[in-house]
Structures are given as C-alpha cells and as structure tokens.
C-alpha cells in the first residue's frame, strides 16, 4: 500500500505510504492519483486532506528509482501537482517532519498548506547538480517571497517550518499547527472551513516580483558564481528563479523544464548522483547481510597516544563513547593528552566548541600504562609504530587481556591485517580500520577486513563507522590497501614527470586545474616525504625491477622531508603552508636529469592531468579484478573523501568512464610507448581490457 484513504465525515485523508520517507515512486504517484480521482468523485467529501504516514510528509523522489525511466513514467510529478492543482475540491498538504524536494513542490500544488512545528522544508536537488524540475523554482518564490526561496533554492539546505512561517507576507503556510500529533485533526477542521471557499486559490496566480528586479539577480549570480566554481547548477538556479518574476508561469515552467533537463546531461550532475549513490552502496557488503547482528561498542581503547592515536580518540569522544589510552611511559601519554586538549581547545577559540562541550568530552578520556586496565573496553583500536614486531608484542598483550568477544583492530597503513590476526588466538575478532590524518577531521576511513575476520565483527565496526561521521569503505588485504596502493602509482608517474621535463610546480598546478586539492608534490611536504621513501626503500627490497624515479629519494637525502622541516620540494615560512620554489630543488631535479642523459621536454598540462589520473584508474581496475574493493564507487569515496579528488568529476573510476574506457585505454598505449615511462605498468588490468572490448564501463 503505498497511499491510504479514508474519509472523515466530509474530508478525505490521503496518507502517502511508502517508508521511510514517503518518496513519490511510481506505485506512489499512481496511488495518490487513484485516491485524488476517488475523492473527486466521492459525493459525500467536500474536501480532501494530504498528508504522509509515519515521520515525514515526503522525502521528495524516490531514490530506489534514481535515474530510471520508472521515474518518468505516467503519472509523472508534473502530472500529478496538475492534477491537484485542477482538483475541483480543495486540496490541503498537512506536512510535517521532512518536507523536501518534490514532497514541498507536491505541497505547492495543493490550494492551501498546513504545517506543524520542527518539519524540515528544502529543495535539495542543487545538491545533485540539478535545480527542483516540478515546478519549485516558479512556485516557491510566489509562496515565499523571491530572496528566501532563491536561497533555498540555491543552497538546497532545510529551514524549519516555524522560520518559515515567520517570514513577513509569506503565503507558503495558511496555519501552522500547534503540533504534529495535533496536525491531522487540525488539517481535517482546516479543510472543512475552507470546503466551500471558490475560486481554490492557485500558488502559481500569486504575483512574483522583486524591488530590485535586475540587479537583484545579478548580485545573487556574482556570489553564486563565485561559491559554485565548478558547479553550473547553482547559476542556473538563479536563472530559473529570475525567470518566475520576469515570465508568465507557463512560460517559466517551460524554461525550469529546459534548464532542468540540460543539468541532467552535465557531468557534473552525474558526479554528483555517483557520488550520491557510491556513498549508500559503500555500506553494503554483498555477503554480510544488513541484519547480521551487531556487537555493543559502549568503550574503547586506544593503543598508542602519537598522531593516529590522540585524533582517533577524539572521534569517540566526540561521539559520546568513553576512551581509555595506552602508552608505555607517562611522558607519552602526557604529550598526547596536551595534542588533544590543544585541538579542542582551538576549536572553542574559534567558536566551534562550547567550553562546557570540551569538559565533557575530556571526562570521557582516561590514560592508563597498563595493559591490565583494558579489559573492559569493547573494542581497542592499536595506532603504535610501523613495525611488524611491535604489532607483535601488542597484539600478544591485547589477545591475554582483552575480554572475549572484544572487537581488536589495527591502524597500520602497510602491513598484513592477516599477519596481525595471526599473532591472536582470536583471527575472526581482528580488523584493519585505516584512519586517515588528521583522524579527527578526515571523513574517510578504510575498513579492512581480515581473511578471517568475522562478519558481526565488520557490520559492527561500519556501523561504529558511521556514529562516528566517517564514511566507511571496506577494502580487503593487500599492500596500501585501496587508496595507499593507487597513490604509489600516482606517485611514481609524478617522479617520471620531473625526470622527463617538469617542475615540481608545473605538475601541481596541472592536476590542481583539474580540481585536485593539492597536486603530488604539495601532498607529498604535508603528509612527509619521508613516509614515501621508507616505502621506496622497501620496495627496491621486494620489486628490484619495479622502475621508479630517484629524485624523491635524493630530496630526502638533503633532510627535505616536507613542512615538518620547513622545506621539502618546496620551502615554507614557520607557521605557513604557502608553498615557496626553490631554486636548489629545482637544479637538483635538472643536475639528475642530466646524470641520465635525458633531454628535457615541454610536457602538456593535458599529459600531466592523464597520466597522474589515468594511473590511479589502471590500478583501480587491478583492484576490482582482485576483489580488494567491492565496487568501481568505493574507490571514488575513498578518493572523494580520502585524497582531495575533484567532487565535481566524481573520483577516477566514473572520471574514466566520463573520459570512455576506450580512450583511457588508447592514452594507456601511448605512454606505454614512452622510454622514460614504465611500459609494463601501462598494460590495462585485465578487467580495464575486458570491459573496453564489451564496450561496457566500471
Ligand atoms: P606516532 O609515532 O605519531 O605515534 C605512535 C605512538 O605509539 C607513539 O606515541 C609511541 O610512544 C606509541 N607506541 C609505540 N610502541 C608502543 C607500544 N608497544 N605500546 C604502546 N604505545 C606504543 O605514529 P602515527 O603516525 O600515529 O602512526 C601510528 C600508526 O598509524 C602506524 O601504524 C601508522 O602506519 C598508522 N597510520 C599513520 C598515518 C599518518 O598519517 N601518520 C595515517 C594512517 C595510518
């Protein structure tokens, strides 16, 4: 069922039906059209009430049909609010709890509006890269007023319904509710004393003008444009809204409807609904059902007080969840807990903590030095060095104390989860969780699941994941994990770039025109040049035929490790992180050139940006084949929310199937070609060549 009716007295009651939000899918509209004919037609009801069962009114679209046909098909939105729109009854939207998308432009159609208290009211689809398409930017300016509805509109944030009713002049709402138990009861009355009121009042016959006029909209597109930057969606919302004060409504529907559909087409919109959509599948692990029971996580332990180890604290802290930290000697511990009194205490400087906030969180914090006091927690999450032997001894340590049914996980960023596993007599209780630094600030977080570790184990941690706000990406074994193992050949084709003719600044500023937060070698200063070389040195170790570039390595040899040391490809003043050229690197970089005997090149911005990206996607594609990442969209969360990959082309993968595989893979031929190059790497990963011969994409 997904619209109920039932008639009380002279009023009919439509509730839409369909959990968790009442999204308007085509069993939906179909539904709310039969019981709009029905009570049109039902000579004892002389109006008819709308309104949502359970906590919302309407969510808007349905997600489940994203994109589909069945998301057009008849009766389609339009139809529908015409169809109210045209009910020769009154009509009245009783909304509460969410309000949003086509759920608020449904609403609009409807002759009168009442609302409770608290209901969250939004346009949200600028979020998609698309602005409202049934009817929102024309009606909602003559509900609301043109500047509250443009930044409604244009921001896709929610306002809540008691704001909204205070605007002055405002005829979005006819009453507010006293509450949203008393909000049926009040719809029904509304309706009855409205029952005989003629002519209906139309929202889409309200005036629609600013006093500004035209100047209005061109300050709101100054500041939009400067906000949206690689966004067209936001400039065309203010078109659209304009076009409500300029153009009979007919004429500025048919202009939202146009600019509508264009926006569908842009890439950008698609990155968007990739990414909308790579973010609620990255939580679904195919063979670990939704339901699989869950441990209670009510403490944790956290091994190690350094970087890692203070920022994953603070993640439970935040949330509520006591932490017990242990050190093996009190300085440690001291110098830890002064990092993280530090971080919040900057945050109330800012404002962005109340200090009361910061003295609760800190109660949830105790230290200890022995192992013995860790029994207890529920969970203990292990971010001490790098170093096998030393995930030995405590893994050893946590496997004698820890309670059964403990949750016990690692950090580390490199090393074998099954190895780590193995020093337990307990393999299905251990998990990789691969925190990213700053750990209390970064979104994302891998989650590594062990050859043994067991499946309550992972639904349990992502979503442990998701209390703390991380988005949660599940990778399995292997060296660097998703994210880590694609950098290196990121890396690696970074190092040939300078080898072959760049600077360190023309290859930034290249992948950083892209979109890219930060280009290869401003990364490489921030996170330390030294953690890539102690990779480098291990690799020549296990890969001696594996080609990589030499310059990284003697930028380290001169002590450049990066901001740390003030100076790394680039120089930095104390306490700026504006990077600085610098000559001495730069005729390191040419001198060792030389010392290979390469004549440098002019090398293209368009090279550069392909072969950084295109490297990360070959490896991508290793990644699926091997089954380390479910799917092509868990790699672009981790490199949306992990690696400063532009939003607005959707991380590599679907970045790659914009470009079209086939010409990935033509580009991939022709660096294969160059000497400087590593030819072998540039073969397509099997997966990669098979879906370019289908003509399939990731
Ligand atoms: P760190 O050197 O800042 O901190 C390590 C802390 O562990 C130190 O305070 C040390 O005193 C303590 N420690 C060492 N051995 C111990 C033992 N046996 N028992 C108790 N405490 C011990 O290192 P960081 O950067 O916090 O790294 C920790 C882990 O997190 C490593 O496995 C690292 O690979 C991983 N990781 C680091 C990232 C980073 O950007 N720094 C990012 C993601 C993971």
């Not at 045209?86 to 609403?107: D, Q, R």
């Not at 990155?271 to 944790?300: G, N, W, Y």
């Not at 330390?528 to 003697?554: C, F, H, V």
């Not at 992180?577 to 010392?595: G, K, L, Y």
Request: glycine share 10%; proline share 5%.
């Amino acid at each position: 069922m997904t619209a109920l009716y039932q008639v009380h007295g002279d009023v009919a009651l439509i509730s839409l039906s369909n959990p968790p939000v009442n999204g308007l899918g085509y069993a939906t509209r179909r539904a709310l059209t039969e019981a709009m004919a029905r009570g049109n037609a039902d000579t004892s009801v002389r109006a008819i009430v709308i309104t949502g069962a359970g906590k919302a009114f309407s969510g808007g679209a349905d997600i489940k049909e994203f994109g589909s046909p069945k998301a057009l098909q008849e009766p389609n939105l339009h139809s529908v609010i015409l169809m109210v729109e045209n009910s020769a009854k009154p009509v009245v939207a009783a909304i509460h709890g969410v309000c949003m998308g086509g759920g608020l432009e449904l609403s609009l159609g409807c002759h009168y509006r009442i609302a409770a208290p608290g209901c969250s009211v939004a346009l949200p689809e600028v979020k998609l890269g698309l602005l409202p398409g049934a009817g929102g930017t024309q009606r909602l300016p003559r509900a609301l007023g043109v500047e509250p509805a443009l930044n409604m509109i244009v921001s896709g944030e929610s306002v809540k319904s008691e704001l909204l009713a205070m605007l002055p002049g405002q005829k979005l709402f006819d009453k507010m509710a006293a509450s949203a138990e008393s909000l049926e009861q009040e719809a029904l009355a509304f309706a009855r004393s409205v029952a005989d009121v003629r002519p209906l009042p139309l929202v889409r016959n309200l005036p629609c003008k600013h006093p500004q006029g035209d100047a209005y909209f061109q300050f709101a597109r100054n500041m939009v444009n400067g906000m949206a930057k690689n966004f067209p969606a936001p400039a065309k919302c203010v078109d659209a809204v304009q076009a409500a004060t300029q153009k009979k409504f007919e004429d500025g529907m048919a202009f939202e409807r146009e600019l509508f559909i264009n926006l569908m087409w842009t890439s950008e919109s698609r990155a968007l609904r990739h990414l909308f959509m790579a973010e609620r599948a990255a939580s679904k692990i195919p063979d670990v059902p939704e339901d699989t029971p869950k441990r209670a996580i009510q403490s944790i332990a956290v091994i190690g007080a350094g970087t890692m180890g203070g920022g994953i604290a603070m993640n439970f802290l935040n949330a509520g969840i006591p932490v017990k930290m242990l050190e093996m000697k009190q300085e440690a511990l001291d110098r830890g807990l002064a990092t993280i009194r530090k971080n919040y205490e900057s945050q109330v400087k800012k404002g962005k903590l109340k200090a009361d906030k910061y003295e609760q969180r800190m109660s949830l914090l105790t230290t200890t030095l022995s192992y013995d006091d860790l029994r207890d927690a529920d969970m203990v999450i292990e971010a001490v060095f790098e170093e096998m032997g030393v995930k030995e001894a405590v893994f050893k340590e946590l496997d004698r104390v820890m309670k059964a049914g403990a949750i016990l996980a690692s950090n580390t960023s490199t090393l074998d989860v099954n190895k780590i596993a193995a020093f337990t007599k307990r393999p299905q209780d251990v998990i990789g969780t691969h925190f990213f630094s700053p750990a209390n600030i970064m979104k994302l977080l891998e989650v590594v699941r062990g050859e043994k570790t067991a499946k309550d184990v992972l639904a349990t941690v992502m979503a442990l994941a998701k209390k703390i706000k991380k988005t949660a990406v599940v990778s399995g074994v292997c060296d660097g994990f998703i994210g880590n193992r694609m950098i290196e050949q990121y890396g690696r084709q970074g190092g040939f770039l300078l080898d072959e003719g760049c600077t360190p600044q023309q290859v930034d500023r290249a992948i950083e025109k892209f979109g890219f937060a930060m280009g290869p070698f401003r990364m490489g200063d921030l996170a330390g040049n030294d953690i890539g070389w102690a990779i480098r040195k291990r690799r020549y170790q296990e890969k001696p035929n594996m080609k990589y570039s030499k310059t990284a390595d003697l930028l380290c040899e001169k002590g450049r490790f990066g901001q740390k040391t003030s100076a790394g490809w680039y120089d930095y003043q104390a306490g700026k992180r504006e990077p600085i050229p610098n000559q001495e690197v730069i005729q390191m970089i040419e001198a060792h050139r030389a010392s290979l005997g390469i004549k440098p090149r002019n090398i293209s911005d368009e090279e550069i940006v392909q072969r950084l990206v295109f490297s990360l996607v070959n490896e991508g594609a290793h990644i699926l084949d091997e089954g380390i990442a479910a799917r092509a969209g868990d790699i672009d969360m981790v490199y949306l929310t992990g690696y400063g990959f532009p939003i607005h082309r959707g991380g590599p993968m679907n970045y790659a199937n914009e470009v079209g595989l086939f010409n990935v893979v033509q580009a991939m031929n022709r660096f294969a070609q160059n000497p400087l190059d590593d030819a072998q790497f540039w073969q397509p990963a099997p997966l990669l060549a098979k879906l370019v011969a289908e003509g399939k994409t990731f």
